[in-house]
């Protein structure tokens, strides 16, 4: 089976998010980037299971400049076989879909998996466009997937409950908690990972659909109002008179 | 030229975050001098449907409903209707059916997109500006799009609905799904066979984390969920641990919610829970350590113990849910 996993990459989760240049572009320094961990523990994990389990590669895409490498060998370390990085920095899904596309078009994936979203920008969009412009079945946030005889049986979440579909191959998967656990990489990963080369492509050229005008940070709370254990009724007219929540 | 909405029914009802996402489209026709048609794919009566005219509605085209999500059936359903209408602006709500689709949809007709968006659109001749949380909830963004198309995906629980009175026209969409745009078998369906409110629709959530000890604890958490009718949550390590199942889980890596009022109960507040609850309109803390980081994103705080301040807090407001009626 051919499986190419997409990975971004994310600030760590503690990140101070910090603006510049008028509020235009994120502060990156001081930043750890880390793999985003939808596509790490979810997708990543999950395509390097059934790889084990049933033979096959599993190849990891980035779309992104020269110092996404770090994060590209994280998952390396991890276990995926080969490694490619389309060299342009995507101003949007759009891009990043299009690129992904142009390189996968005439590849013959069994299945090309991505995370439920990127936790920076948290669209959620660039495993659909793929499937749209490579014509191809597209699941949004499994929790699980198998596959036998060239048909995956996939969980998604519905409405108080779960349900199991099955979808053909090749299919374009978005990944979400449960289809896999998170792992650490051992040291014979993080050894091979130095010497595997990772591919470098050319851009597609593709032009951005949306523009980033600014970006804003949230007010600051006003400040918490303390009540005691003994003062909940207060608290409930505060909820109802002053909060107008209840 | 028209707005189109993308809605769905299911037990003959529709939505209430449909019914947002239809007036939202009504307020930008508004502003563009066009028509506002919905597409509704399911099984809502004629009558029903008709009632969207009262969300602004003008027109609503009717499809009948599939066996189950299907990205691609659904997006070439779509896809005929934004034709016949020549519909320039599709709105959404932030769904699971807006995840599957809508990214198709921008990417078919090369409409810039945005996801999750909580205000109306400022329009500038062709360009849009849009705001949309991002660093999960850390910080909002402006977007401009400027395409022929665009797709805009609106956050739940975030434009109040007035009501305008009208009553819609409906009538059948009339399309036929090639085989080939059939593409997922649904098996099976597991229901958990509550009746639990989903967490993601919840305007009202109460949340437990580890300072409740233990799975055997968390009747406390549900009474007070009962009383208010709304839904429980939990952080993460309470659903990894199996104490609650992980369709609880909000966070970062788990649901991001948007009550008006979000109850937490030992949790400390760390800020990959408070990524996924930061949107949160009212937040209330209750904590045995008064230097526990979630006081600093609450508006109310009770530094004290769950097990005493939970009872106390549900017997209050059934008290006041009686004197109410
Ligand atoms: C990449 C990454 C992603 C993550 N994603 C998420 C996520 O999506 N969601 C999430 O929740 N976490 C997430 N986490 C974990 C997060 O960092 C915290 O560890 C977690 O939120 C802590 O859960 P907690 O507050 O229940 O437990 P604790 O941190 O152990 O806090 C328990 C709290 O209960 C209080 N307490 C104890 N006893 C009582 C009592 N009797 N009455 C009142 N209060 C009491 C304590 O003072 C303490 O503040 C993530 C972590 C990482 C690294
Ligand atoms: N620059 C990128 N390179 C490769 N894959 C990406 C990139 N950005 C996003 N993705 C993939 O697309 C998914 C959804 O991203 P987004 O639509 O930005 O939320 C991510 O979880 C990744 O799997």
């Known amino acids: 089976m051919k499986i190419l996993v997409c990975i971004s990459k994310a600030p760590d989760t503690t990140t101070k998010v910090l603006f510049k240049d008028a509020n235009t ?39 992104g400049a020269a110092d996404n490498e770090a994060i590209i060998r994280k998952a390396f370390a991890l276990g995926a076989d080969d490694a490619v990085r389309i060299d342009v920095e995507p101003t949007d899904a759009f891009v990043t879909a299009s690129n992904i596309a142009s390189y996968a078009k005439d590849k013959n994936y069994d299945l090309i998996l991505f995370g439920k979203e990127t936790i920076n920008y948290n669209g959620g969009e660039v495993g659909g466009m793929v499937a749209e412009l490579l014509d191809l079945t597209y699941v949004s946030m499994a929790s699980k997937l198998d596959i036998a005889g060239g048909v995956a049986t996939m969980e998604r979440d519905i409405t108080n409950g779960v ?84 | 030229m028209s707005v189109l909405i993308y809605t769905e029914s299911a037990a003959g009802k529709i939505k209430k975050a449909s019914i947002e996402a239809v007036f939202y489209g009504s307020k930008i026709a508004a502003q563009l001098n066009t028509q506002v048609v919905v597409l509704n794919i399911g099984d809502a009566s004629n009558d029903e449907l008709a009632t969207l005219g009262n969300a602004g509605a003008s027109k609503v085209l009717k499809y009948a409903a599939l066996t189950t999500l299907d990205s691609k059936a659904q997006s070439k359903i779509a896809g005929a209707a934004i034709e016949q ?189 408070l990524a996924g609850v930061n949107q949160s309109k009212t937040i209330v803390v209750i904590n045995t350590d008064k230097e526990a980081p979630f006081f600093k994103a609450a508006d109310y705080g009770i530094v004290g113990d769950v097990f005493e301040v939970l009872p106390k807090l549900t017997a209050a407001v059934a008290k006041f849910k009686a004197n109410a009626n």
């Open chain 2, 85 to 273: 209408e020549q519909a320039t602006v599709i709105i959404f709500t932030n769904d699971l059916v807006a995840k599957a689709i809508a990214p198709r949809l921008s990417a078919r007709y090369s409409a810039g997109m945005v996801t999750n968006v909580t205000t109306y659109p400022v329009i500038n001749g062709a360009s849009f500006v849009v705001r949309k949380p991002v660093f999960s909830g850390k910080a909002f963004v402006d977007y401009e799009l400027s395409s022929d198309k665009k797709i805009i995906v609106i956050s739940p629980n975030s434009f109040p609905v007035e009501k305008s009175g009208n009553v819609a026209t409906v009538s059948d969409l009339s399309y036929t799904l090639a085989p080939s745009d059939v593409t997922i078998t649904l098996k099976e369906v597991k229901k958990d066979n509550t009746d639990h409110i989903p967490l993601p629709e919840a305007e009202l959530v109460v949340s437990g984390g580890r300072g409740l000890k233990g799975p055997e604890n968390w009747g406390i958490v549900e009474d007070l969920a009962k009383a208010l009718g709304a839904a429980t949550a939990c952080s993460r390590p309470v659903s990894d641990i199996g104490w609650r199942p992980h369709h609880e889980h909000v966070g970062q890596t788990g649901i991001a919610v948007k009550p008006n009022l979000y109850i937490a109960a030992g949790i400390s507040g760390a800020i990959q829970h």
């Open chain 1, 163 to 246: 349900e199991i579909i099955e979808a053909k191959l090749p299919l374009v998967i978005s990944a979400q908690k449960g289809m896999a656990e998170q792992r650490i990489p051992n040291m014979r990963g993080i050894m091979a990972a130095r010497s595997k080369t990772i591919e470098t492509v050319a851009a597609n050229g593709a032009s951005a659909l949306s523009v980033t005008k600014q970006f804003e940070l949230p007010a600051e709370k006003s400040g918490c109002k303390y009540y005691t254990a003994d003062q909940m009724d207060e608290l409930v007219q505060a909820l109802h008179a002053e909060a107008k929540v209840i």
């Open chain 1, 25 to 63: 572009a994120f502060v990156e320094e001081n930043v750890t980037w880390i793999l985003n961990p939808y596509d790490e523990w979810y997708a990543l994990v999950r395509a390097l299971e059934l790889k084990e389990a049933q033979g096959g590669n599993v190849t990891v895409l980035n779309v």
